[in-house]
């Protein structure tokens, strides 16, 4: 565990010293959409895990501070070597992340070797190195697509976005049976009487989300999905089911519109807030560029190993990878 922060620092103006800092180090900010709404507001970007790795390679910046969970930080320092990358928090974990160990993992790929990895990015470099082929919720449908049926399939570490693209391809992928904490949090019931309360309010649900929910949407897509159906539908309410502070995007574009959580157990928990993306704030976003760490640090060889499966994803993604190259790593 990082040390707690024991600095007074209730007489700065964070955000103005985070302007100067971010100047000083030359240094861009990213946040996904899961931090809180300060957090976003300041940031340069602000999308999911592989759009702000991207962006932040095509940047000519020296650092980048990553305000998000460990396997995303690890993915920017994999397509960016040299440069500094930063986690406010270094316990922001994952929930697939730690369901997932990278020695388990091993093992049960060696105890099926007609099968190839194909592995959802919410996991360790570690694990990405073990992999075929990494997907994100918005690329999986078009990368599982280009897969012959006859070849046999491990998929992980979700198994509800695993399970939802078996149903939807006729697939039968081996699933690792990891979920996200988050997204298992929702409440079938709690969403129906919501359903009832707004009738002509449609559900977008993220694939992370169990069976229950996502058969009660009317759209299932990645954050970044979910954010363009809530500019494209017709109507003036709508109900996410994914963690809730992408709505507060939802509003910024979206002023006219009423956008609701889907609710947890209760009704009215807090239970769909991700812990992981709650630890880092603006006073550890702060001391990350002040004091350059924590950083994330990685071996060249494994950095190299997890790139090969993400290159993979980015060539299926943009359909330059024939079907016949889809052979094991």
């Known amino acids: 565990m990082t040390a707690p922060i024991r600095e007074n620092l209730s007489g700065l103006d964070l955000r103005a010293e985070i302007e100067r800092l971010r100047k000083e180090r030359n240094a861009v900010i990213l946040a ?3 931090q809180k709404p300060e957090i976003q507001d300041l940031a340069d970007f602000v999308g999911d895990s592989l ?8 940047t000519d910046a020296d650092v980048i501070a990553f305000c998000g969970v460990k396997f995303m930080a690890e993915t920017a320092k994999i397509l960016s070597p040299q440069k500094t990358v930063i986690l406010p928090d270094m316990d922001a974990g994952c929930s697939l992340e730690d369901s997932c160990p990278p020695e388990q993992f091993k093992r049960f790929r060696e105890q099926h070797p007609d099968h ?4 959802y990015i919410n996991c360790s470099a570690a694990v990405k190195a073990l992999s075929d082929i990494i997907v994100t919720s918005s690329s999986a449908e078009t990368i599982i697509s280009q897969i012959p049926e006859s070849q046999k399939i491990i998929f992980g570490p979700d198994r509800h976005l695993g399970g939802y693209l078996n149903r939807k391809f006729g697939r039968e992928m081996l ?4 979920v996200c904490i988050v997204h298992e949090a929702f409440s079938e019931t709690e969403l129906l009487k919501l359903k009832a309360q707004h009738p002509d309010a449609p559900v ?5 989300c169990p069976p229950h929910i996502v058969d009660h949407a009317d759209y299932v897509g990645s954050t970044s999905g979910i954010l363009q159906f809530a500019k494209s539908f017709p109507g003036d309410t709508l109900i996410v ?15 006219e519109k009423t956008f ?11 239970c769909n807030i991700c812990p992981y993306m709650a630890l880092n704030t603006m006073e550890k976003l702060y001391l990350a560029l002040r004091d350059l760490k924590p950083q994330i640090e990685m071996d060249e060889d494994l950095r190299l190993a997890a790139r090969k499966s993400l290159d993979r ?9 024939g079907k016949g190259d889809l052979g094991r790593a």
């Open 313 to 321: 994803m980015l060539d299926m993604a943009s359909g330059t990878v």
């Open 175 to 178: 699933l690792w049976p990891g």
């Open 116 to 119: 190839i990895a194909l592995t």
């Open 241 to 255: 089911a994914t963690e809730p502070h992408i709505i507060h995007q939802m509003e910024l574009a979206l002023p």
């Open 32 to 34: 996904h959409y899961y």
């Open 204 to 208: 977008a649900a993220h694939p992370e």
């Open 260 to 270: 609701i959580g889907a609710p947890g157990a209760d009704g009215n928990c807090n």
């Open 51 to 58: 759009e702000l790795s991207r962006k932040a390679a095509e």
